[in-house]
């Protein structure tokens, strides 16, 4: 499957922002997704995640109640709705895939995803 991150920008500490990534050459309810982001000097840390039908969700401590994760499978895309964005979310933000015949799994870890997207930038001011 390929994905294509999209719906970066630059906003003011405390708006929001929504990624949307669509994925295309695959069966896309056959993967799990994820999220993660990478702010230059550091490794690539998760954000979210969802299982192949969208009934299990995880979330890195930092962004809980702040980020969701969701997925439209009829569309093929899954979204990162943020909100209360805060200076320090700056970075590249990734998605990514993992095909699992498990219908609950999520999974949180780098090396634990196959394809990835080619990343949005998004940008948060002070």
């Known amino acids: 499957v390929q994905l294509q991150a999209f719906g970066g920008g630059l906003v003011q500490a405390g708006g929001s922002l929504r990624l949307s990534c669509a994925a295309s050459g695959g069966t896309f309810s056959s993967y799990a997704m994820g999220w993660f982001r990478q702010a230059p000097g550091t490794e690539r840390e998760f954000v979210a995640a969802i299982s192949r039908r969208g009934s299990s969700t995880g979330y890195a401590d930092f962004v809980k109640g702040r980020f969701t994760i969701f997925r439209d499978n009829a569309k093929n895309t899954v979204y990162l709705q943020m909100n209360s964005l805060k200076p320090e979310d700056t970075a590249v933000y990734y998605c990514?895939?993992?095909?699992?015949?498990?219908?609950?799994?999520?999974?949180?870890?780098?090396?634990?995803?196959?394809?990835w997207g080619q990343g949005t930038q998004v940008t948060v001011s002070s």
């Open positions: 990514a895939a993992e095909r699992t015949y498990y219908s609950n799994t999520q999974y949180r870890g780098v090396n634990e995803y196959g394809q």
